[in-house]
């Protein structure tokens, strides 16, 4: 636990400073980002040296004390040391400007004195770098400057310096405004809920303004903003964002409901138990903030790269020194590098792309899901849920024995009228059905609404039942040894039965499907013209209804009646044959599936455990952020190819020029940092496009 006051606090700013007995070196990054993923956090700065935490923040969503006990909490036991850079700031470039014209205007002698003083931290870095047996850009950077100071060139050392300032400082607010445009999209959306006061009235509030105990009264079609304690009431609760159930849930007094959910029928009060980043709708904050620090292999390779450039830029120096005895060229060649731009292009690329896939609804859990997209070649969906929705629509009205029910229309009918007093899933799909065909309302008594069986009325002064066949058979003693044959006729298509008794006979059955997601064609084909060579399909639905559906998409496989570890052998089994396989599904026996394929992608209202297993989150309810997530990943890793190019031939061509003769250090330093800040931003513009 850390140990901490507050040092300083106005409204959004705060800063605390440390317990001096407490050891911070190299734990920075690893305060930064264990702070970063609360909701309403806007900046972390960590200063290691002073033992210092200055935090911005949305006061309309957080309280210093919330902050104080996040930080408390925190364990420099667990930490993941990493060791800081040193952060660049606008002061540190005026300081070298001014150190500059000291150089120009002042006698040697103080001229000295001033540059030594300015370039002592760029040595530092240096030595420091080498005694860790690392050849790193701060080996380059402190051997340019030092040899210009040594010659008593002590205006082209604080040029250089003032230049190397500059481009860091650039760069690293180019990665700080990266962090913050993601940061941006962990702020919660905000409703207006009535809460409680304490003399029983209600008063309408926005959401962001509970607090733990707060008492809130939640009507049908109302978004559940915090997680809390059910006090009073009874209510359906749809927790598809959860879950992945398109069924609501009964939830009655004691029960917890979650952030995120909505109310479909009754009213509840609600005692807040946690709000704001503490809350489950939370999750998906700390999910984007923990992306930023994996790692890709292309990361990885770049870094190495860059790090083989610099002893390249060494060796080059040397033969420089060897061939000519100019100190001055050997500078200019040392102020090349390529590691700047190689190093950071590819993870603001990366961040870039992440912030785009976001605003259009798509969470990518970091850089190594985009380069692994960029591969996929295979692509498999599951069926229910993913190309079809969750919800159903009627397909087939079947008489039975009417008892004067003449035809299909009557029948559904008659079953829309006592249904229309329901609120569940199937009974807006038969109410939907009848509303499209224009039918009338029947007459019929009051409604019962049996929990998890069905629905019980009267037509015609006798009982009218509605529901499954267990409910029918074993509750009510209705009789279906008369139709079995076309009952197993339309479980064998797939159906979902609803059946109707009347005076304690059966009297019909309506089927339900699912039904396809009105995109699934036109992604299909995006991703074919992206280049995907195969679409597969998994279900769990019979060899017959599988290949229908197969045949109306054009897949090039489906595979029939898997179970979930079956699914997961289908997708280790194509990439056995070589295949990059992305796999898109949604429910949690598509968990195993998601995290053998090389990159998984978990619907919308897939369960939570599909939307951890998974490398891709889509946030919004639609098909066709499959195919945007695999365009977004080409363009990223089209990006950095071409960013690598142009940096290794943009830096040759100057470091060649150097070496002649031709640039100073100076001159050397302002080309070398101004191709990297283009490079940057051409990383950080994607965003937009």
């Not at 229309?409 to 829309?416: F, H, R, S, T, Y």
Request: proline content about 2%; overall charge negative; hydrophobic content about 40%.
């Amino acid at each position: 636990m850390l140990s901490l006051r507050i040092k300083h606090h106005i409204p959004g700013r705060i800063r605390f400073k440390l317990d001096r007995s407490q050891t911070l070196t190299d734990c920075g990054d690893w305060i930064k980002h264990s702070l970063m993923a609360i909701q309403g956090l806007r900046a972390v700065r960590v200063n290691e040296d002073a033992y210092s935490i200055v935090i911005e923040y949305d006061d309309s969503l957080l309280t210093p004390s919330t902050i104080e006990a996040r930080l408390i909490e925190l364990n420099l036991d667990e930490a993941e040391l990493t060791p800081s850079e040193h952060q660049y700031t606008r002061g540190d470039i005026a300081m070298n400007i001014i150190g500059t014209l000291s150089a120009a205007l002042l006698p040697g002698k103080w001229g000295a004195i001033s540059t030594a003083t300015l370039i002592a931290p760029t040595i530092f870095d240096g030595v420091a770098e080498l005694k860790n047996k690392q050849i790193t850009v701060e080996v380059l950077d402190a051997i340019a400057v030092g040899l210009s100071a040594y010659r008593g060139d002590y205006r082209t050392a604080m040029m250089t310096q003032s230049l190397i300032s500059l481009g860091e400082y650039m760069e690293q607010e180019t990665c700080r405004k990266s962090d913050k445009l993601l940061a941006e999209l962990m702020l919660p959306q905000a409703t207006t809920v009535w809460r409680i006061t304490e003399d029983g009235c209600k008063q309408q509030v926005n959401s962001d303004s509970l607090v733990v105990g707060d008492i809130i009264e939640l009507s049908p079609g109302s978004a559940i903003p915090v997680d809390g304690i059910v006090i009073a009431g009874t209510a359906l609760i749809n927790q598809s964002s959860l879950t992945g159930e398109s069924v609501p849930v009964r939830r009655e007094l004691d029960a917890y409901v979650y952030s995120g959910t909505s109310v479909h029928e009754g009213t509840i009060k609600v005692r807040v138990d946690k709000v704001g980043s503490e809350a489950t709708t939370a999750k998906i904050a700390q999910l984007i903030y923990d992306s930023l620090s994996e790692k890709s292999e292309i990361q990885q390779v770049t870094q190495d790269m860059a790090n083989r450039r610099v002893k390249i830029t060494l060796a080059m120096g040397a033969a420089v020194f060897a061939l000519t005895q100019d100190i001055n060229r050997v500078a200019s060649v040392f102020l090349v590098d390529y590691s700047c731009a190689l190093k950071l292009s590819t993870p603001v690329t990366f961040k870039s792309i992440m912030y785009r896939a976001a605003q259009q609804g798509i969470l990518l859990k970091g850089g190594s899901a985009i380069e692994k997209l960029a591969e996929i070649d295979v692509c498999v969906f599951d069926k229910t849920g993913t190309l079809t929705y969750g919800d159903m629509e009627v397909t087939d009205v079947v008489p039975f024995n009417c008892s004067g029910i003449s035809c299909a229309k009557d029948l559904l009918a008659i079953a829309a009228s006592v249904e229309e007093h329901s609120n569940h899933p199937l009974s807006q799909a038969v109410v939907n059905a009848a509303k499209q065909h224009q039918l009338p309302h029947i007459d019929h008594g009051e409604v019962e609404y049996v929990i998890a069986h069905g629905l019980k009325s009267t037509v015609n002064e006798h009982c009218l039942v509605m529901g499954s066949r267990h409910f029918l058979e074993a509750h009510e003693n209705v009789n279906f040894n008369e139709f079995e044959p076309e009952i197993r006729h339309y479980e064998a298509l797939g159906r979902h039965l609803i059946f109707i008794s009347h005076k304690g006979e059966l009297m019909g059955m309506i089927g339900l499907r699912d039904h396809l997601r009105e995109d699934v064609k036109q992604t299909l084909s995006e991703l074919r013209a992206l280049g995907i060579q195969q679409i597969m399909m998994i279900s769990g639905d019979s060899i017959y209804k599988a290949n229908m559906l197969g045949e109306e998409l054009k897949l090039d496989h489906v595979f029939a009646e898997a179970t979930p570890e079956s699914k997961s052998s289908i997708i280790d089994s194509l990439q056995q044959q070589g295949h990059k396989v992305m796999f898109i599904g949604d429910g949690v026996n598509d968990a195993p599936a998601l995290t053998k394929a090389d990159v998984g992608i978990a619907m919308c209202k897939g369960t939570e455990l599909a939307r951890q297993a998974a490398d891709v989150v889509l946030l919004q309810d639609k098909l066709a952020g499959v195919s945007e997530t695999y365009h977004l990943a080409k363009i990223a890793m089209r990006m950095i190819n071409n960013n690598i190019k142009i940096a290794e031939y943009v830096n040759s061509g100057i470091m060649l020029a150097a070496a002649l003769g031709w640039l100073n250090p100076a001159m050397s330093a302002l080309l070398h940092n101004g191709t990297t800040l283009g490079i940057l931003a051409r990383s950080l513009a994607i965003k937009n496009q």
